[in-house]
């Protein structure tokens, strides 16, 4: 079968969408439950995250050798380190979906601030969709007895700028699987010298270990390697448009698996923030 074929393409958008959605799941699991610390999650996460991508790097590719292998950029692995160090952080005292909405807002927004940036024409209605988009963020976190802690938000907001920028940077790569791999590598190093400055704040537990793990070695590397076979077969507006639905499938992960509720709030806040850069992504299509 084509690799590009509707119904495999579907069924990998589909498994992809399920692994980004099963991060932020994970990682509330292991850490609202004390399961384990912050920093030990982001380490394991981003250490099983760089074996399994070394290990998909063996099974797919012709040339196995590591030397030839290109450099990354240094922003590239910083960037993906700082993405994995405050999305853990932030997960402290978030909710799934509502951390999934702020991370996916967030990298958007960062994205079209940059595409505006490096002079890209946005059309009347997308402006539009953009201002509904930061209203509804802005809404989400405004004070109130159902908003979010203002210290997770935050740090969120740096998670989704952070992988804003890491995605920007990844575009165009000639590998990607094998780019994430180093990028992976790289960032394992930089959360091991934290873990070993962190080392006296370590908490871990061996179920805290396993959502770790999950998180880093399925979520995250096979997730990635998944979207990326999925991308063959998709455009960029396309792309980025299925990300929509990560949000509401973290908001439905976290009702079932931490009884979290589902707030009015979030879910007005979802509405305009998916809404609006649904409405942008629309008007680029069409550009």
């Known amino acids: 079968m084509n690799t590009s074929s509707p119904t495999k393409t579907i069924m990998l958008t589909t498994l992809a969408m399920l692994a980004f959605a099963a991060n932020s799941v994970l990682c509330r699991l292991a850490l609202g439950e004390g399961s384990i610390d912050a920093v030990g ?3 394991i996460r981003t250490l099983s995250g760089a074996l399994m991508l070394l290990i998909l790097f063996f099974l797919t590719a012709k040339d196995k050798s ?3 292998l290109k450099r990354p950029n240094p922003l590239q692995f910083l960037s993906l380190t700082g993405y994995m160090v405050f999305f853990s952080y932030a997960y402290i005292s978030l909710a799934a979906g509502t951390g999934a909405l702020i991370l ?3 990298v958007q927004i960062t994205m ?3 595409a505006m940036r490096q002079g890209e024409h946005f ?3 997308a402006w539009i969709g953009i201002i509904i988009a930061v209203s509804g963020l802005i809404y989400l976190v405004s004070p109130g007895l159902s908003a979010p802690d ?3 938000a935050i740090l969120m907001v740096i998670a989704g700028i952070s992988w804003g920028i890491y995605s920007l940077l990844g575009r165009g790569a000639a590998n990607p699987l094998n780019s994430t791999m180093v990028n ?3 960032a394992s190093i930089l959360t091991t010298l934290l873990t070993a400055v962190m080392m006296s704040d370590l908490a871990i537990t061996t179920e805290g270990v396993v959502y770790a ?3 880093g070695a399925i979520a995250s590397g096979c997730g990635y390697a998944i979207w990326y076979a999925a991308l063959k077969g998709l455009t960029a507006s396309r792309a980025a448009t299925v990300q929509l639905t990560v949000p509401a499938i973290a908001a439905i992960g976290g009702a079932i698996l931490l009884s979290e509720d589902i707030t009015l709030r979030l879910a007005i806040a979802g509405i305009a923030t998916l809404g609006g850069v649904g409405i942008v992504l629309s008007q680029r299509m069409k550009a």
């Open 41 to 43: 999650f982001t380490e």
């Open 66 to 68: 590591l030397t030839h």
């Open 104 to 106: 996916f807002g967030a």
């Open 112 to 114: 079209f601030a940059v």
């Open 123 to 125: 059309p009347p209605l």
């Open 150 to 152: 203002p210290v997770g």
């Open 184 to 186: 992976f590598i790289y």
């Open 213 to 215: 793990v999950l998180s």
